[in-house]
C-alpha cells in the first residue's frame, strides 16, 4: 500500500504558532474564542449583565482565533474573520452593524494580530484590515472610535484617538491619542495624522469623546439585554452548564434573537419603551407587530414598514440591518430596491423617517441620532457607500455613491455628487480615497 505525503508542507509548526499566539490573547483582560458554545452569549452560560452578546446574523470565521472579553456587543452582520492570523475584542466595546474586522485579507502577512481594545466602538459598515491596534487595554483604555464606513488598513489608533466617517488610515500610520481625522480624509503618513496644520486631523472635544462614551454605554446595555432576550426564558429550562445558585440563566431561544424581532425592553435596557416588534401591513388590520424569526434580514425594535413582509423581502439585499432599539419609531414608507449591507438606525435617541420607494445602494448607512427628526422624502436614492447622518432630503433627492452628508437639510430634487461631504449644509470638499 501506498501513503503519499503531498501534504506534507503544511505541517503543525505554522498552527501550533498560531495557537500559541492566541492563548497570549485570552489574558489581560481575559478573552474567550468565539465559536460554540460562546455564541451568542460569550462567554458560555454567564450571566447577562457580565456577558458579551453575539447577534445571530455575525459572520464569525476562524472563530478559535477570535477572542472577545466581557460587556461588548457584536452587532448584526458584522463579520470577524481570523484566519491565518487573530482577533481580540477587549472590555465594553462595539463592532456595529455590517462593520467588517479581517485579520489576514488575502493571506498577505504572516499570522498577524488585530487588536480592538477596551472601550472601542467600531462604527456601521467599517473596515479593520490586516495587523492594526485600536485603542489600549485595562489602564492604557480610553474611548476611542471608528466611523461608519471608515477603512483602517495596518495602522494603530491610539487610546482616545477617533477616525470620522470615511476616512481612512493607512498601513504603518499612527493616528496619536487626542486627535480625531476628518471625514474622508485619506492618511497615509504620521505626520499627516498628528499635525492639524496639514488639514486631515483636528483636536478630539470633550464632545467628541462624550458622545462615544455614550455609545458604548448604550451598546454594552444592549448587550445585557439581548443576552436575557436569548437565557432569560424559563420555558427553554435551566442551563446546565450555569451555577445553580445564579438563577436566571436558562437554555438559549435563538426565535427570539432572529431576524424580525422585539427589542430587549425596559426591564434591561433602560433608554427603551415597552418591549415593541417591527410592524409591517396586513390586508385587513393596518400595521401589526410581527415576530419572523425566519426573515433574511435583521430588523428589531419599532421599525413601522407600510409594506406586506411577504413583499418587502423581495424587496430587500442581503443582510439589511435596520435596528430600532435605541431611537424609534424608525418610520419607512415603502422600499423599491436595497442593496447588501445596507444599515437603518438611529443611534442614540431620535427618530428616523423614510418616505415612500426608497432606494439605497450596497453598502449605504443611513442614520437618525439624538434630538433629530430626520426626514428623507419619497422616491429618494442613496447611493452605495453613501453615509447620511441625522440628515434631511426632500423627494426625489439623490445622493451619490461614497457621499457623506451630516446635519444637513436639503430641499426636494437635490443632486449631491458621488463622494461629496456636507456638514451643517456646508460642501467640505471629496471623500480623498
Not at 435596557?269 to 415576530?291: I, R
Request: charged share 10%.
Amino acid at each position: 500500500m501506498r501513503y503519499p505525503v503531498a501534504g506534507e508542507d503544511l505541517e503543525g509548526r505554522q498552527l501550533l504558532s498560531a495557537g500559541a499566539m492566541v492563548s497570549t490573547l485570552q489574558v489581560h483582560p481575559a478573552a474567550y474564542p468565539a465559536i460554540h458554545p460562546n455564541t451568542p452569549v460569550l462567554p458560555f452560560a454567564t450571566p447577562s449583565k457580565k456577558a458579551t452578546f453575539i447577534d445571530s446574523s455575525v459572520k464569525i470565521e476562524g472563530g478559535s482565533s477570535v477572542v472577545i472579553s466581557y460587556q461588548s456587543y457584536i452587532a448584526p452582520y458584522a463579520t470577524l474573520n481570523g484566519t491565518g492570523g487573530a482577533i481580540k475584542i477587549g472590555t465594553g466595546s462595539d463592532v456595529l452593524d455590517n462593520a467588517a474586522l479581517v485579520a489576514n485579507p488575502h493571506h498577505q502577512y504572516r499570522l498577524p494580530q488585530l487588536l480592538i481594545g477596551d472601550q472601542v466602538s467600531i462604527g456601521y459598515g467599517a473596515k479593520i484590515l490586516g495587523p492594526s491596534t485600536i485603542g489600549g487595554y485595562g489602564a492604557a483604555a480610553k474611548p476611542t472610535a471608528i466611523g461608519a464606513r471608515a477603512e483602517i488598513v495596518g495602522a494603530t489608533i491610539a487610546p482616545g484617538a477617533i477616525v470620522s466617517p470615511l476616512a481612512r488610515v493607512g498601513p504603518g500610520v499612527t493616528v496619536p491619542s487626542g486627535f480625531r481625522v476628518l471625514p474622508g480624509m485619506n492618511v497615509t503618513t504620521n505626520a499627516e495624522a498628528s499635525n492639524p496644520k496639514l488639514g486631515m486631523v483636528v483636536p478630539v472635544t470633550s464632545t467628541d469623546t462624550s458622545t462615544v462614551k455614550k455609545q458604548l454605554s448604550e451598546s454594552q446595555t444592549l448587550a445585557v439585554g439581548y443576552s436575557q432576550l436569548y437565557q432569560g426564558s424559563s420555558a427553554t429550562g435551566p442551563n446546565p452548564g450555569a451555577n445553580p445558585t445564579l438563577g436566571g440563566i436558562n437554555n438559549g431561544n435563538l426565535a427570539t434573537i432572529e431576524g424580525v424581532s422585539q427589542e430587549p425592553g425596559p426591564s434591561s435596557v433602560s433608554f427603551e419603551p415597552k418591549k415593541s416588534a417591527p410592524q409591517f401591513l396586513t390586508p385587513h388590520q393596518g400595521l401589526v407587530g410581527s415576530l419572523l424569526s425566519n426573515f433574511p434580514a435583521r430588523i428589531t425594535g419599532l421599525v413601522e414598514i407600510d409594506m406586506r413582509a411577504g413583499q418587502l423581502l423581495h424587496h430587500l439585499g442581503r443582510s439589511n440591518a435596520i435596528r430600532a432599539d435605541e431611537g424609534q419609531p424608525i418610520i419607512i414608507g415603502s422600499i423599491a430596491r436595497t442593496g447588501n449591507f445596507v444599515t437603518i438606525n438611529s443611534p442614540l435617541g431620535g427618530m428616523l423617517t423614510i418616505g415612500r420607494n426608497f432606494r439605497a445602494g450596497t453598502g449605504a448607512v443611513i442614520l437618525g441620532g439624538p434630538n433629530v427628526n430626520a426626514k428623507i422624502g419619497d422616491d429618494v436614492t442613496i447611493g452605495s457607500g453613501a453615509v447620511v447622518d441625522r440628515t434631511s432630503l426632500g423627494s426625489g433627492s439623490t445622493v451619490g455613491p461614497g457621499a457623506y452628508l451630516s446635519t444637513s437639510t436639503f430641499p426636494a430634487g437635490t443632486v449631491i455628487p458621488a463622494k461629496a461631504i456636507y456638514i451643517k449644509n456646508k460642501f467640505q470638499g471629496y471623500v480623498r480615497w
